[in-house]
């Protein structure tokens, strides 16, 4: 009997997708926990910890939050994760909307996960309009692509 899945470049695969989702998001929320428990103790500053978000923690879930499609309960689990860390576990004491605003909208500039998904997604949408991108990807993606009507719908 054979592995019902495999691990490559820090990213589980597998032929089923459930599978490969769940494996992805379930060791990432580990170790999202885990990594914020030791910042925990630290009396860190709205800013730090921030800073600790966005730059340790946001950082490691690049890696499944690109290729692979939405976990949006995930996604939610996250950005609670975030918050909680952010706050102390005591409640948001600032609104969202403002927090992950910029500063000169009096915000500090907070990463909001879902946009931060949103964004990654994108950024492969970009890649794959690139008239010089010649991936070999690309190449599977227009095969994929080409029962909707190919490129012209984006």
């Not at 691990?7 to 060791?27: D, F, M, P, Q, R």
């Not at 500090?108 to 309009?129: T, V």
Request: glycine share 8%.
């Amino acid at each position: 009997m054979g592995k019902e899945k495999v691990k490559a470049l820090g990213v589980w695969l597998s032929t089923n997708l459930k599978t490969t989702i769940g494996a992805n998001h379930s060791e990432k929320l580990t170790t999202v926990r885990n990594s914020l428990t030791c910042w925990e103790l630290r009396r860190l500053s709205l800013l730090g910890k921030i800073t600790v978000l966005k730059s340790l923690i946001a950082s490691q879930l690049v890696y499944i939050l690109s290729p692979l499609p939405t976990n949006h309960n995930a996604i939610k689990v996250i950005n609670n994760i975030f918050f909680n860390f952010l706050w102390d576990g005591k409640g948001d004491k600032v609104k969202h909307d403002i927090i992950i605003s910029d500063y000169e909208n009096g915000g500090l500039r907070m990463i909001d996960i879902k946009l931060f998904n949103q964004a990654r997604k994108s950024a492969w949408i970009k890649k794959y309009l690139d008239r010089e991108n010649h991936g070999q990807w690309k190449l599977l993606f227009d095969l994929e692509l080409k029962y909707f009507g190919g490129e012209e719908i984006f």
